[in-house]
């Protein structure tokens, strides 16, 4: 059972920056694709931002440019670095992992951004 645990939420002004970070429980290389999804109350989990086992990265238009998606092997961690922040921002962030016929999920990290 591999598990993936987020941390470095919280609360964070306009304008303002928070890094996250996704420590799974074995090796990313085995995972297909790692990313991050939110999901705001009241609303639906949407995808933010994903990267692939070659490294190729992907990004919701909503938060091109001012996140970015990255990775420390050696540290089996999926980071999410975050700026010019909005308080549309405000989230649970979820770190999601998929091993081709399973996908695995963290706990979430809250987000919130004040004005």
């Known amino acids: 059972q591999v598990q993936l645990v987020e941390s470095g939420g919280g609360l964070v002004q306009a304008g303002g920056s928070l890094r996250l970070s996704c420590a799974a429980s074995r090796s990313i290389f085995v995972f297909r694709l790692m990313g991050w999804y939110r999901q705001a109350p009241g609303k639906e989990r949407e995808l933010v931002a994903t990267?692939?086992?070659?490294?190729?990265?992907d990004y919701a238009d909503f938060v091109k440019g001012r996140f970015t998606v990255s990775r420390d092997s050696a540290k089996n961690t999926v980071f999410l670095q975050m700026n010019s922040l909005k308080p549309e921002d405000t989230a649970v962030y979820y770190c999601?992992?998929?091993?081709?016929?399973?996908?695995?999920w963290g706990q979430g990290t809250r987000v919130t951004v004040s004005s």
């Open positions: 999601y992992a998929n091993e081709i016929t399973f996908d695995y």
């Open positions: 990267m692939t086992s070659g490294g190729t990265t």
